[in-house]
């Protein structure tokens, strides 16, 4: 194939991995936006919410691993595609759900879909693009985690209003999903290491979880990672019902106002993000893992001040809590192509598949439970110190609205982590091209 040919190909390919993102996170978001009608339906706790967006994330977690090896040495195109119908299934059958443990049941299976696609999606993408244009790449990609939640969180509430019911939302998203599953099968992949600067040997790798686990930079990025899907899951997971019980914000109000935090923002956080990005990485070796550390400063920062602020003005609250959430997004850019660069391409599946662990079971799977928990046992405290006998959604507000100051420390923690991920990266990418190079000598 010609270099244009191969150019223009990797786009087309690289478009249909970012629409498949952003039906991975639209229908990932549809409960956190219709979480008050299933709890107010079934008589449900906080904790019990949160334990709804556990069980996925640990689900997603632990099937990841064996997905992401299946990647590095089968057809990610059908890995990706089977996965991709499956979820989307399973995202209708949620709709029918008839009680707590029949809706918990159905979203773990979701997670085993989902899990089949983001270790692919990455390897994918490290064989299509060199390392100087990774991060643009990556952020056109990731995309579809703002617009997915963007375009959920500005239609579920309008849908369920339209239908009069929670349930629809879940039956029209599988639909897309199911369609563009068929066009994943007829990717053309490029081969393993197709856009190294070295030629990449073939042959199966000797012991690759050891291989990967062996490289400091990795751990550094998984306590990263883990720290900022705590914070992230905790801030989807919770916002609407924290604005609707703290803000006084209808369900569709508050469902756009968590839009424009946590989607628009990405728009700007993305594209911006990841052309700065491979600006430093070209000026300084370590340049995008510190431009991620600068940016979780920000949004650890502009989160802590709207959140400690108590009952401002809703409008100043989400936009300062949106200026941070906007900075957060270089996680994605810095973090995500900084795993590529020192991980070899036979192993970037495996890799990708052992991070995403770490950030869901550890990460995305205890922010929502640890919130859910904190904000139960802040709603009992203020209800004492009231020395009421009886809990409202008074202190279920407080209660909430307190809990989710766990979001801007766990980014302070991601902050920590990244600046150590930076100390040892040029290191661990110098061993990656080396260990390359020897390999096909």
């Known amino acids: 194939m010609q270099p244009n040919q191969q150019a223009s ?20 978001t549809i409960p956190a936006i219709i979480i008050e009608p299933i709890r107010l339906e079934w008589g449900l706790s906080d904790l019990q919410l949160g334990l709804i967006g556990t069980a996925f994330t640990i689900v997603y977690a632990l099937a990841g691993i064996p997905l992401g090896r299946m990647a590095d040495t089968g057809a990610r195109r059908k890995i990706m595609g089977w996965g991709l ?47 100087h244009k990774r991060s643009r790449a990556m952020g056109i990609f990731m995309l579809g985690l703002p617009l997915g939640l963007l375009l959920a969180f500005f239609t579920i509430g309008a849908m369920v209003q339209a239908f009069g019911s929670w349930r629809a939302p879940f039956l029209i998203a599988a639909v897309p999903g199911l369609i563009l599953a068929l066009f994943l099968f007829f990717i053309r992949e490029p081969a393993r290491g197709a856009a190294e600067a070295v030629r990449v040997s073939g042959a199966p790798v000797d012991k690759p979880l050891r291989k990967v686990l062996a490289i400091r930079t990795f751990w550094w990025l998984v306590l990263a990672g883990l720290a ?3 914070a992230s899951y905790a801030c989807n997971s919770f916002m609407v019902p924290m604005l609707q019980r703290y803000f006084g914000l209808g369900l569709q109000n508050a469902a756009m106002a968590t839009g424009v935090i946590v989607g628009l923002t990405g728009l700007l956080g993305l594209t911006a993000g990841g052309w700065i990005a491979d600006k430093v990485h070209q000026r300084w070796g370590n340049g995008r893992l510190l431009f991620a550390a600068f940016s979780m400063l920000v949004a650890c920062v502009c989160t802590g001040w709207a959140l400690s602020a108590g009952r401002i003005e809703t409008a100043v609250f989400v936009g300062v809590f949106s200026l941070g959430w906007l900075f957060s997004y270089n996680f994605y850019t810095c973090v995500y192509t900084a795993i590529q660069d020192v991980i070899e391409p036979r192993l970037r599946a495996t890799a990708m598949a052992l991070f995403f662990a770490g950030l869901y079971l550890l990460g995305g799977g205890l922010g929502p439970l640890a919130v859910g928990w904190l904000s139960d046992h802040y709603a009992q405290a203020a209800m004492h110190a009231a020395g009421a006998s009886e809990m409202t959604e008074a202190f ?46």
Not at 106 to 126: K, Q
């Open 85 to 131: 119908a499956a979820w989307s299934g399973l995202t209708a059958l949620n709709g029918l759900a008839w009680n707590f443990w029949s809706f918990l049941l159905i979203r773990m299976g979701v997670g085993i879909g989902e899990a089949s696609y983001a270790p692919a999606a990455n390897s994918l993408i490290g064989d299509l693009f060199p390392a």
């Open 9 to 28: 190909n990797a786009w087309r390919i690289l478009f249909l991995l970012f629409l498949a993102n952003l039906f991975n996170f639209f229908d990932r």
């Open 228 to 230: 900022f899907n705590f």
């Open 396 to 441: 279920k507000a407080v209660g909430l609205h307190d809990a989710m100051i766990l979001i801007p420390l766990a980014l302070f923690l991601t902050l920590l982590a990244l600046l150590q991920a930076a100390r040892c990266f040029q290191r661990d990418a110098l061993r990656m091209r080396e260990g390359l190079a020897a390999a096909v000598a």
